[in-house]
């Protein structure tokens, strides 16, 4: 157990659809990330949440959209995705965004868009 | 551009001794970060350098030399669960982690 939850563990969606991301972390921690993992590639960091405001996004598409409630909760709002959005989505959290902290990863939601 | 470059594949022998190299060209410096990932399962912590030389933790060892751009990860005694990808990652002077695409190594009895 991480400390680190995320639901669903798979999905698939078609291009029109709409769907969300969820991910929890117990770990009292004050920052939250989104990663997109391809096979093959590094991984690509998305969002970055530090206290529940987002500090970074990198270029990301508008077709996902990230929320962050409160600091232990995020989630990832999936819309008109395209096939090429399939991959592994991870979530994790940090101690802080700076420093040797180390991130805590949760185990992943498998995204298939066909 | 930033980039880290780690091998694609390693193979090793059960109890041996294996060196998983990485080296970075990054905006800045604020530490590097080894992590494990068996195949389906989420990244776990392995290792954090900041300073020059050698980190031991166990069975896991992690080097930097912060002037030539390079860390590597040594895995002594291997045992069949160590068959994972490692991945390298460098904070760069922005605080953002830039990651490595894994080394997957596989262990042969």
């Known amino acids: 157990e991480t400390g680190v939850t995320q639901t669903p563990r798979h999905l698939v969606m078609g291009m029109t659809n709409k769907k969300s991301l969820k991910c929890e972390q117990h770990l009292g921690h004050n920052a939250m990330y989104w990663y997109k993992q391809s096979a093959k590639k590094p991984l690509e960091l998305m969002f970055v949440y530090s206290l529940e405001e987002r500090v970074e996004n990198n270029s990301v598409p508008s077709r996902f959209s990230p929320e962050c409630p409160n600091s232990s909760h995020l989630f990832l709002h999936l819309h008109t995705l395209q096939p090429e959005d399939s991959a592994l989505y991870l979530c994790a959290s940090s101690q802080r965004v700076a420093g040797g902290y180390e991130q805590y990863f949760g185990p992943g939601t498998r995204l298939t868009v066909t | 551009g930033q980039n880290i470059d780690q091998p694609t594949e390693m193979t090793a022998t059960e109890g041996a001794i294996v060196q998983i190299n990485c080296t970075y060209q990054?905006?800045?410096?604020?530490?590097l970060f080894w992590y494990q990932q068996h195949a389906g399962e989420a990244p776990t912590f392995l290792s954090y350098n900041v300073l020059d030389g050698l980190e031991e933790k166990g069975r896991f060892s992690s080097f930097l030399s912060r002037s030539k751009g390079y860390s590597y990860l040594l895995l002594k005694e291997l045992q069949m669960k160590d068959s994972a990808s490692y991945l390298c990652a460098v904070r760069d002077s922005n605080y953002q982690l830039i990651w490595g695409a894994g080394t997957k190594l596989i262990i042969k009895p």
């Open positions: 990054t905006s800045g410096f604020n530490g």
